[in-house]
């Protein structure tokens, strides 16, 4: 009779312990927890995967070609990491190309540590490359498109039900006049919004901290909201009917209700709303340092985008009156 015996990773070498260690750094280093949850949850799956293809927990023993066969699982395969149900929605079809790049990057600052902290001699992602996917063409939400969903949250208003109707439009326009991240728009607090002077405290990436401002428009909307919102002590500023604070799934959820409520096709849910107030901004202003830290970014890249997203629609604008084809006179 044999016997099957599966050895334990050297003291150190463990995979799984290792993995703890590298999530515990990322929060003492005051990385903000939706970073840490998005490390924590990303290499949670790849030791799945390891343990699904029955791979040593020792570290030292994880080759180039293992990270390679992960990364290829992620691409390719539907129905990825065991999930069923409500939930498993996002990993039923094929993965993009930039979501296996998300992979890529942190399995890469993971071995990265281990092999500084001195617990691998070689690195495996050393020799693997993935390029960096090409940027889409940004899409901004369209006057109409906004104002119909304005409409959906005037109509619940104005059919008794005055704090949903409210709420979304507080929402919407928060999103629309102020560019922040929808981790930033769920962790806003009631103390953090200075509703008449119109100035909004933002907690951002890595916990930095910035002032926005919100007009008038969207100021009244605050305030008609906070007449209907239940005041049962709690901080957060958007809640639920039932008092409790709304989670980054619960406006997502809205957002796409009232899109397919008001007849708005197309791809993009809370996000674009800041591609649409970057956009918007820079044809009223064209100062982009405003615009960096307006939408708390570090440096000037993703900015460089908005001006080119710009600059596109200024000369497809201009292609109107300036077409060789039409200006031939042909009929």
């Known amino acids: ?41 990303s290499l949670k799956r790849f030791l799945w995967y390891a343990e699904k293809q029955g791979w040593s927990d020792n570290a030292r023993v ?12 992620v691409g390719s395969e539907t129905h990825r990491w065991g999930l069923e149900g409500n939930g498993s929605e996002t990993s ?38 993935v390029a960096k ?74 916990s930095k901290e910035r002032v926005v401002r919100i007009g008038k428009t969207a100021q009244k909307s605050i305030w008609r909201y906070l007449l209907f919102r239940p005041d049962k002590g709690e901080e957060r500023l958007w809640l639920t009917e039932e008092g409790r604070p709304i989670g980054v799934d ?28 970057a956009l918007n901004f820079l044809r009223a202003d064209r100062n982009v340092f405003n615009l960096q830290y307006l939408l708390g970014h570090s440096d000037l890249d993703m900015v460089r985008r908005y001006t080119s997203a710009l600059g596109m629609e200024d000369a497809l604008k201009a292609h109107v009156n300036a077409s060789p084809a039409d200006l031939l006179g042909l009929r």
């Open 133 to 206: 996917s090409k940027p889409k063409v940004i899409t901004p939400y369209t006057s109409e498109e906004i104002n119909r969903m304005l409409k959906v949250c005037d109509y619940d208003y104005e059919h008794n039900a005055k704090f949903l109707g409210s709420r979304n439009r507080a929402i919407i326009l928060v999103l629309l006049d102020t560019g922040v991240r929808l981790s930033e728009l769920v962790a806003l607090k009631v103390s953090d919004v200075q509703n008449e002077s119109g100035w909004i405290k933002i907690w951002g990436k890595g």
């Open 1 to 41: 009779m044999v016997v099957s015996i599966k050895l334990e990773a050297p003291p150190g070498t463990s995979l799984k312990s290792l993995v703890k260690g590298f999530v515990l750094t990322k929060q003492t280093e005051g990385k903000s927890p939706r970073t840490v949850e998005y490390y924590r949850g």
């Open 62 to 73: 994880i080759t180039e070609w293992n990270i390679r066969e992960f990364l290829g699982y």
């Open 250 to 277: 619960g406006i997502q959820s809205l957002v796409k209700r009232l899109k397919q409520r008001s007849g708005v096709n197309g791809t993009g849910s809370v996000h674009r709303f800041r591609h649409t107030f």
């Open 92 to 129: 039923q079809s094929k993965a993009s190309y930039s979501t296996v790049r998300h992979y890529f990057v942190v399995l890469s600052c993971f071995f990265n540590w281990v092999t500084q902290e001195s617990l691998l001699k070689e690195n495996p992602m050393a020799r693997i490359k």
